[in-house]
């Protein structure tokens, strides 16, 4: 199974944003081409929560009008609050909230043996506006810089909206690192951004929660 890595970092300060954009380097990798994108994040569980109690998110993407399921496993923390290390298996869906309906994948036999047979239910969703930049380091590329601008809805209501900007590492170099605490640094180093150590659903649930 895939891991997913990366650097995680909250919006304190709507200045950092531009203080990013105007960045044609992070420390010493080269950061590409802005590339915008709008796409809906649906966060599915059993009306029970089983799989929350497992520790795994199902989440299921909409972007350019594919849909896509992602799982996620449960999450290892790191030093300075930024670094995010999980399990993560992908595969095809649709805009069925049925499974059953979805194509056959990896992903799709793992949900299965979470859920146990019982249905899925919108737990909240997430409406983002995604900046994306690829990043390079001595001419190879290693990752994605996203800023995300990420608006909170329950039930149809919009109950929050929070900034987040997230560095991860490509595929390949899940199992070497080495490059990821200097550029986590140099995010750091802007002021205006925070080590998030929650995750964007964590931090959707609390909002939920508040109202």
Known sequence: ????????????????????????????????????????????D?????????????????????????LKGPPEGGAGGWLHRRPEVEGPATEEPDPERWPPSEAHDLLDRLRRGRPLVERLALRQLRTERGVSLHGHPIGVLSVDDVTVVVDGDEVGRFGIVELELAPSLAGDEEALPPLAAALASIQGLAAEPRSKLERALQLAGAR
């Open 1 to 44: 199974m895939a891991i997913e890595v990366e650097a995680r970092f909250r919006v304190e300060d709507p200045e950092a944003l531009d203080r990013l954009a105007e960045m044609d380097r992070l420390g010493d990798a080269d950061l590409g081409a802005a590339v915008a994108v709008d796409e809906t994040d649906s966060y599915l």
């Open 46 to 70: 059993t009306a029970d929560g089983v799989l929350g109690a497992e520790r795994w998110a199902c989440r299921l993407r909409r972007r350019h009008g594919r849909h896509l399921l992602s």
